[in-house]
């Protein structure tokens, strides 16, 4: 018996690992030519380096990754400091300060001037009580404040980096459970943590070894066209190089796109609104000590990443920016990265990544749109950020989208 997984970004890579540890034998079909779909690393030709498409941060406390990159024996490479700190800079009046949340669930933290963000008084953080109860279907804006120093200065910036969506439109529910898992838990949750050397070399290739070994290489440019049904099980896969027999106790995981799943399956609904990422890349190191990671408020550049060779730059809820001139659009960002770490440098080489359909909008009515992993054919599931994970889409709800059709995946054979 054959688990046929489609689709190699994180999620068909969360679900090929986790059926192959369960012992069952794995076809892992791409269409593209490289694994890890929007997790993924190039040399950039214009830059002289290898870049990530984007800066995909993750949290101490993400337990589908820590899972995950043990499973792929990848856990070292994550880097980020050994406590929580925040750093942000305001470019309207310049003002810098720098959120240290504690260790443990109560938050004494507030109580601390130096800790928490200026202007702003303890009782202003029972805001972030109110987020961390369950509202469905109800938007941020209609559940806590949408203005104050607490919210520009630090619920706003990083609602808007976990949502990819306007803070105040945004679900209550999907913020209110990345709270629930990160700042309520304590610093030892909330800790960042960024993949080192690259995205591909922490998440996608050591995958990739590991499923080469167990005899389940990706295979890559192999397009699925369409999925034959009969009765209420799969029993075909058709690619662009052939047809594939699927018997009734074969599972099939689908880790497509969502518009690439709805036209494959019929009557799935999945989310149809989406938001974009904008990423500009600087070829510049940065100077010694330079603070790797800020949270930039008043600008158009939202966090500012400093690498050993390059500074990186993102911006969520981008649709935006999505028409600028890349030139001009490079010169203010770059204009805001020399101002933060007081740099005098012209304009290095730069790129300009722009991604459309970075992830779903994360609004009630979207999240309402998500579909579970079971599907109306017993041996059909799914798996993807935009399946019902109970997060927004980020890289720990792929990775739990994998595992959780994985687990429904190997049932079938026991059954």
């Not at 690393?41 to 337990?63: C, E, K, T, W």
């Not at 260790?103 to 029972?126: A, I, K, M, Q, S």
């Not at 158009?300 to 809820?317: G, K, N, P």
Request: hydrophobic share 50%.
């Amino acid at each position: 018996m054959t688990a046929h997984v489609l689709g190699a970004g994180l999620a068909g890579l969360s679900a090929a690992v986790r059926l192959l540890a369960a012992g069952l034998p794995v076809e892992l079909s791409e269409a593209a030519a490289q694994a890890g779909g929007r997790c993924r690393s190039y040399r950039d030709p214009q830059l002289g380096m290898v870049i990530d498409n984007g800066n995909h941060l993750v949290l101490s406390g993400n337990a589908a990754v820590g899972r995950y990159l043990k499973a792929i024996g990848a856990s070292e490479r994550l880097i980020g400091p050994l406590e929580a700190e925040f750093h942000f800079a305001d470019l309207r009046d310049g003002a810098r300060w720098t959120v240290r949340p504690n260790r443990g669930r109560l938050p004494w933290w507030v109580l601390v001037p130096g800790r928490r963000v200026p202007g702003t008084r303890v009782r202003d953080y029972l805001s972030l009580v109110a987020l961390t109860r369950r509202h469905p279907g109800r938007r941020i804006d209609a559940v806590m404040p949408t203005r104050g120093a607490l919210w520009e200065r630090l619920i706003e910036p990083f609602l808007v980096a976990v949502l990819n969506t306007r803070a105040e439109e945004g679900s209550a529910d999907l913020a209110g459970a990345v709270v629930r898992e990160s700042l309520a838990m304590g610093s030892d949750a909330c800790r960042p943590r960024i993949a080192s050397p690259t995205l591909a070399a922490a998440f996608v290739e050591p995958a990739v070894e590991r499923l080469t070994a167990g005899g389940a290489a990706p295979r890559l440019g192999r397009r699925l066209r369409r999925i034959e049904f009969a009765g209420d099980v799969v029993s075909a896969l058709h690619f662009a190089d052939g047809v594939v027999a699927v018997a009734p106790e074969e599972p099939v995981v689908l880790a497509l796109p969502a518009w690439v799943a709805a036209e494959l399956v019929p009557d799935l609904t999945v989310p149809d609104d989406h938001r974009a990422i904008v990423n500009a890349h600087f070829a510049l190191a940065p100077p010694a000590g330079a603070t790797a990671m800020i949270g930039v408020v008043g600008g158009t550049a939202e966090w500012v990443f400093a690498f050993a060779d390059r500074f990186s730059v993102t911006v969520s809820a981008a649709d935006h920016l999505l028409e600028e001139d890349a030139a001009t659009l490079a010169a203010r960002i770059w204009g805001e990265v020399a101002r933060l770490h007081g740099l005098s440098d012209p304009l290095p080489p730069y790129r300009i990544v722009r991604e459309k359909r970075a992830t779903f909008a994360a609004t009630p009515a979207q999240a309402a749109r998500r579909p579970s992993a079971r599907t109306l054919w017993r041996n059909l599931f799914l798996a993807g950020d935009w399946t019902d994970t109970g997060l927004p889409s980020t890289i720990e709800g792929a990775l739990r989208s994998g595992e959780t059709a994985a687990a429904l995946a190997a049932a079938l054979r026991r059954n």
